[in-house]
């Protein structure tokens, strides 16, 4: 695969997750070129973020069509119009369809604020995380870059970031801290997976 390699960044909010790739691609840490956000929501303010880069952006929603296979049919001809050979979920928080899992297998990641196989699964996500985290006394948290399957936060994982837990912890603060790790550790595990060194 020629370098650098064409990425598809999803996203579904603020796109801090998204601003670390574009950064690390500038820095020259991430050996690809953002070729389309997708973004299941129009109010995300990632796509501000992608318009100010001038990536090209997509919206994402299954009611839009007749049917989800023609959702699903859809985006998958967007995704080949771009020529993408990655996907990065960055809060995208959707199922990915499963013919897009298919036709990109192990080229689909995903980054959760958890340390899987902990706190993983439907629901968990954002707050929900370190709100269970806390409520399970758990002395440390963090980050896991994983290849995206069929099931939730299921796949290969490809890296953990691990941060503590603090006594006077709020889900808040504790997020805080889980979020710069997500920056730190999202753009090395593409660059590793893109020149295979997973």
């Known amino acids: 695969m020629n370098l650098p390699a064409k990425l598809a960044v999803f996203i579904s909010g603020g796109g801090t997750n998204l601003q670390s790739l574009i950064d690390a691609i500038k820095a020259g840490r991430l050996s690809a070129r953002i070729a389309l956000v997708v973004s299941s929501r129009s109010d995300a303010y990632g796509l501000v973020r992608a318009e100010n880069e001038k990536i090209e952006t997509f919206i994402y929603k299954v009611k839009d069509f007749p049917s989800s296979d023609e959702a699903e049919n859809h985006l998958l001809a967007v995704l080949e119009k771009y020529e993408i050979d990655y996907i990065a979920l960055a809060g995208f928080l959707k199922m990915v369809p499963a013919s897009i899992i298919r036709r990109y297998k192990d080229r689909i990641t995903n980054i959760h604020p958890a340390l899987l196989p902990k706190y993983g699964g439907k629901g968990m996500y954002g707050h929900y995380v370190h709100e269970a985290v806390l409520a399970a006394g758990d002395e440390e948290s963090g980050a896991t870059v994983h290849i995206v399957d069929e099931i939730y ?19 808040e603060l504790l997020a805080e801290r889980v979020l710069k790790m997500e920056h730190q550790i999202y753009p090395e595990a593409l660059e590793n997976l893109i020149r295979g060194n997973k």
């Open 153 to 171: 936060d299921h796949g290969l994982i490809l890296k953990q970031g691990r941060v503590p837990v603090l006594s006077d912890d709020t889900p």
